[in-house]
């Protein structure tokens, strides 16, 4: 967890203390520990919620998201310290919106702008992008499954979850599966950004397994 503490009234991140405090400085010190602890014990680490959370208002579990007024460039700083050190394990992204990010109004995880061009692109970022549950409402309320799998797939998100439980669905998976293959069908996306994605999540494994550093960088396409 990586999102600064920016806003005592935030429901889900400060009022359940899911942060290391409201300075880069020491949210940085207390997750380099935590990932080299962990990376000691053969465990990854995915940092969290892209491009922050800690200064909204709202609960994405919940509901509709929007930090416009409140987010700030500030709460990149953490994602950007720990890229610096070659980290490259895993990050996840927010179902919060930041129309400075992307006027659109699309929340991070459906994002191109925030995805591609921020996180992979400005920050650098070569590790697997997860997205946070697919399933939470502020992604619900608006989008169809089918529609969140692939918006967030064209977005540049590797990894989807799907808990399947704060929305119960039979053949969640076989689901997901068959709206990706429609956007290759339709040619709405290269088959190599998915085979880009898989050697990420492949390489996430071998690291995993001790068979290459935890640094190694992976494709960035």
Known sequence: ???????????????????????????????????????????????????????SGGDSHLGFVDSSECWQEIELEPYLRLFQTGFADAVMTAHVVQRGLDPRGLPATLSGPMVGGLLRGRLGFTGVVVSDDLQMRAITEKWSYEEAVQMAVLAGVDLLIVGNNLLRRENVVAEGVRAIERLLDSNRIEEEVLRAAIRRVSLLKQKIAGEVPWTKNGPMT
């Not at 999102?3 to 290391?20: A, M, Q, T, V």
């Not at 880069?24 to 465990?43: D, E």
């Open 1 to 55: 967890m990586v999102d600064l503490d920016l806003n005592p009234d935030n429901p889900i991140i400060s009022r359940y203390e899911r942060s290391f405090g409201a300075e880069p400085g020491p949210v940085v010190l207390h997750a380099a520990a935590f990932i080299a602890a962990h990376h000691a014990r053969g465990v990854a680490c995915c940092l969290k919620h892209f491009p922050g959370h800690g200064s």
